[in-house]
């Protein structure tokens, strides 16, 4: 799997828009780009993926740049329960690609 | 709630007991994912079941580690001997695949956190 570069922190103030972004620039053609997110003392949650056009879900947004080399996940009105570590993950689907492969991820803080 | 449970949340062993944790999927997942996550990391894939069948160990899982799932429903993550070292979050993710997997969500459970005196 590619690998995927990361600010270790973010600020945002409660009611605004996040944006993190993900740096991937030796994805290849048939690689996914997955987020997940991990709240204090809980285990991780799916947020959203897409492999090259942008998505929305009822969580987020995706967007991934032309040449797919990085993505940003938009959080469009981030709350105080959006605190949490963001992971950035790219991976093919199917064959024997079973494992996510998380790296450290970003601190989201979502001040008052 | 019909998520990805683990048991127990937390638990203090002193260092050379064994333990044994429980894992209990999303009922039809036919998938479950064991990882381990140490403090300010991010988790880290120890093996994976398909149904019953283990068919991936990574090579954190020292032979001092033993997963199992015996009817493709439950599984347990056995640590025996216990260090120091294997204090960490054991997570356990659960997914349904269909054919070649072309799409495969992990859910995870809130995990064990283990804490070896």
């Known amino acids: 799997d590619a690998k995927t570069t990361q600010p270790t922190s973010m600020d945002c103030a409660e009611g605004r828009a996040a944006n993190l972004p993900c740096n991937h620039s030796?994805?290849?053609?048939?690689?996914?780009v997955y987020w997940y997110r991990q709240i204090h003392s809980q285990g991780p949650q799916y947020i959203i993926h897409?492999?090259?056009n942008n998505e929305t879900n009822e969580m987020a947004s995706l967007i991934i740049t032309e040449d797919r080399k990085s993505s940003t996940l938009i959080l469009p009105h981030a709350t105080l329960r959006d605190t949490a570590v963001y992971y950035c993950?790219?991976?093919?689907?199917?064959?024997?690609?079973?494992?996510?492969?998380f790296g450290k991820g970003t601190l989201l803080t979502v001040n008052p | 709630d019909t998520g990805v449970s683990q048991d127990p949340r937390h638990k203090i062993t002193k260092r050379g007991q064994n333990v044994t944790f429980r894992c209990d999927p999303i009922?039809?997942?036919?998938?479950l994912y064991w990882y381990r996550q140490t403090l300010g990391q991010g988790p880290e894939f120890l093996t994976y079941f398909q149904n019953e069948a283990q068919l991936e160990k990574s090579r954190l899982l020292s032979d001092r580690f033993s997963a199992e799932r015996p009817k493709g429903s439950f599984s347990t993550l056995e640590i025996q001997r216990t260090e120091q070292g294997d204090s960490a979050m054991y997570l356990c993710a659960s997914s349904l695949v269909f054919g070649e997997g072309l799409y495969n969500e992990q859910f995870f459970g809130p995990g064990t956190r283990l804490t070896v005196l």
């Open positions: 030796t994805i290849s053609g048939n690689e996914y």
């Open positions: 009922s039809e997942h036919n998938r």
């Open positions: 993950i790219v991976r093919v689907h199917g064959g024997s690609n079973y494992k996510l492969t």
């Open positions: 897409g492999l090259k």
